[in-house]
């Protein structure tokens, strides 16, 4: 998989190089909707519900959008491929609301980065799964090793779905909001999805990736964003890394 993405990873950091700016920009509407609100109280409670300052891991940070959601945070370190992404992550939104001790920014490749075992309390993903970036059972060990004895992952993938007049509602979707976005935003989403594999995933095969990864307490929910910026299914799925045994459940976080 190490070897898949690296040859994906320089499109990849390419398409956000010029559009930085537009996610930064488009921060200032999502942080208004019910679909943030819901993501952002998970990672409110979740972090709030450990009894000592925790050390936090944002995968895939982009312009730091969750930084202001989570609580009782001694250090987050929010790691992306792209440098233009993570410099507007110095400046993120409802900076003003932040309250992590430190934070730090690394431009790095996750499939190819490691840290030392059990360094985090917490770690997320959001809007990284799916585009040219694949939730394997190898990176799933990686997220368990990195996690504290009763550490927490929470993260979202894109939802694969045999209906086809699902499928097609999403497209008309897709095709209605294109026209309305800026040119040069246009042009590198049409140049991502021209070059770039998108990886769906059904509930079934994130539980398998999930158990392989190590992971026995885990419970996985669908939902449908309806944010004005993007739409469509998406599985959440949120784990504990203490608890054995325990057969995984699909219910929200």
Not at 71 to 95: F, T
Not at 194 to 209: N, R, W
Not at 234 to 251: D, F, N, W, Y
Request: glycine fraction near 6%.
């Amino acid at each position: 998989m190490v070897d898949d993405f690296r040859s994906f990873e320089k499109q990849l950091a390419a398409s956000y190089r010029d559009v930085a700016s537009q996610y930064r920009h488009d921060d200032e509407i999502e942080v208004a909707t019910s679909n943030h609100s819901r993501i952002c109280g998970n990672l409110e409670r979740v972090s709030s519900s450990f009894e000592r300052p925790i050390h936090v891991l944002d995968v895939g940070c982009g312009t730091g959008r969750y930084f202001h959601c989570l609580k009782n945070v001694e250090l987050l370190v929010g790691v992306d491929i792209s440098a233009e992404m993570l410099r507007a992550a110095e400046q993120p939104v409802k900076g003003d609301k932040i309250s992590a001790k430190t934070i730090r920014l690394l431009q790095r490749n996750v499939y190819e980065h490691t840290f030392p075992s059990e360094m985090f309390d917490f770690i997320y993903c959001f809007g990284v799964f799916g585009h040219a970036a694949k939730l394997t059972s190898e990176l799933c060990r990686k997220f368990h090793l990195w996690l504290s004895h009763d550490g927490r992952l929470y993260f979202d993938a894109i939802e694969s779905s045999d209906d086809p007049p699902l499928i097609a509602a999403r497209r008309k979707i897709r095709q209605a909001l294109h026209p309305l976005l800026p040119q040069r935003v246009r042009q590198k989403l049409d140049e991502r999805a021209a070059h770039l594999p998108v990886f769906t995933m059904t509930h079934e095969e994130l539980g398998s990736v999930m158990c392989e990864g190590g992971f026995s307490d885990f419970s996985i929910s669908m939902n449908d964003c309806r944010s004005p910026l993007w739409r469509g299914a998406h599985l959440e799925c949120i784990a504990t890394k203490s608890r054995r045994g325990h057969r995984p459940h699909a219910v929200r976080p």
